[in-house]
């Protein structure tokens, strides 16, 4: 840095302190929309070469580098008014008034055996969903396998939930009973 000159630093250094981030985004945003909608389009906008032109001539390498304020009128007919990124979404947005879903898209591996674990999930109600899994393997080998611990997960989860409303309630029956004594 010692060899350049200090005009040239201070002239960069006043280019770093005028450049505004926020700005900057939302042209490059601009930017890239005019560029999708370019691409995209089925008709033909740029077919004229004075187009062509006037398209290249909408960035300059000194905009690119202290940008200025860029019309929309500039995009020379591809699109007038806030442009609107995004295009490039290929999911669905989630539909937020969408209940959950409750149905199963598979039969559960698990339901011939549940009343077995469900008993030694109340014998012992610590136990884990990969113990579970692990006697059922050693008793069962040709039904059950390693990667289903996840489903077995959620059940016994969905388990404990239950469990622990089934408490709630007796404990709320038993707090009236006490009380009307």
Request: aromatic letters at 6%; hydrophobic letters at 35%; glycine letters at 4%.
């Amino acid at each position: 840095m010692e060899n350049i000159d200090h005009r040239i630093k201070d002239a960069l250094n006043e280019q770093y302190d005028r450049l505004d981030p926020v700005d900057l985004l939302a042209k490059l945003e601009t930017l890239q929309s005019k560029l999708f909608n370019y691409a995209w389009s089925r008709s033909t906008i740029l077919a004229t070469p004075e187009r062509l032109v006037a398209l290249n001539n909408l960035i300059t390498i000194p905009e690119l580098i202290c940008p200025n304020d860029i019309n929309e009128s500039d995009s020379q007919g591809l699109g007038a008014g806030k442009a609107k990124l995004h295009h490039d979404r290929h999911t669905k947005k989630a539909d937020k008034n969408k209940r959950p879903r409750d149905w199963r898209t598979r039969t559960d591996p698990f339901e011939r055996v549940w009343d077995e674990l469900k008993l030694k999930l109340e014998l012992n109600p610590e136990q884990t969903a990969k113990a579970l899994l692990k006697g059922l393997i050693t008793k069962y080998p040709a039904d059950f396998k390693p990667g289903q611990i996840r489903t077995l997960q959620r059940r016994v989860s969905e388990w404990r939930g239950s469990q622990l409303d089934h408490e709630t309630r007796l404990r709320e029956m038993m707090q009236a009973n006490e009380a009307k004594a």
